[in-house]
């Protein structure tokens, strides 16, 4: 934490193509993962840095950043994660008149998925096939809206805000067990997983998280 100081900026990854968590408005990086990171920064007396990383590295590790946020607990690349901040849920897209009444089955299912996500393990779990793999989220979405798949099955908030603008579009939540997330910090900086833990359990305690989900409807 002492070399994030002297340099006078923490640097996290996100991917940046996941509205309303993190994603670009213009140039400027914005979301609910974003600000939390930017009142992390702003404890430490830093500048906030962030690098638009794609899911499928930053499952990898932190990719040269100080931390990752928004990885799911269960996710094990090299690192210390936090205590959650955050409790996913994942959602199915459909196009329209392809859901099926009830908890919707995928067997047999032409399912669009971001590559490394829980909505990738959910569709193998449950059967889906075949599965199309993404690089972005939103891709896997897009192929919904364009007719290239029955369904796609991603993170709740990214679902509900694609809906959203896509009204001939259908949303479903399945019987998935939630998705705690955590911010992973370098494994050789036990005193920012420390600071980081501490902080989010400060916020827990005086609303500060509650207020946050609030600004991005979580």
């Known amino acids: 934490m002492r070399s994030i100081k002297q340099a006078g900026v923490l640097r996290i990854a996100a991917d940046l193509s996941y509205p309303p ?3 670009r408005e213009g140039q400027v990086p914005r979301g609910f993962e974003v600000d939390l990171a930017a009142l992390l920064a702003s404890s430490l ?21 100080d931390m990752v946020i928004g990885l799911p607990q269960t996710a094990a690349p090299q690192g210390l994660a936090s205590e959650p901040f955050y409790t996913m849920t994942q959602a ?3 196009r329209a008149g392809a859901a099926p009444p009830g908890v919707p ?11 490394k996500s829980v909505g990738e393990t959910v569709a193998e ?3 889906a096939g075949p599965i199309l793999l993404t690089y972005r989220p939103g891709e896997a979405l897009a192929i919904v809206s364009r007719g290239e798949a ?20 259908n949303a479903t939540m399945g019987p998935w067990a939630p998705t705690p997330l955590v911010v992973l910090v370098r494994a050789d900086a036990p005193d920012l997983l ?25």
């Open 92 to 94: 199915i897209l459909w």
């Open 150 to 169: 029955q369904a796609a099955v991603a993170d709740l908030p990214l679902v509900v805000e694609y809906q959203r603008t896509h009204r001939h579009l």
């Open 194 to 218: 420390a600071f980081t833990s501490a902080a989010i359990g400060e916020l827990k305690q005086n609303g500060g998280l509650a207020q946050l989900r609030q600004r991005w409807h979580l």
């Open 125 to 127: 779990q449950m059967g």
């Open 105 to 115: 089955p995928l067997r047999h299912v032409r399912v669009a998925v971001q590559a």
């Open 21 to 23: 968590l993190a994603f």
């Open 45 to 65: 007396g830093v500048r906030l840095e962030v690098r638009d990383t794609p899911l499928a590295l930053l499952a990898q590790g932190l990719a040269g950043a």
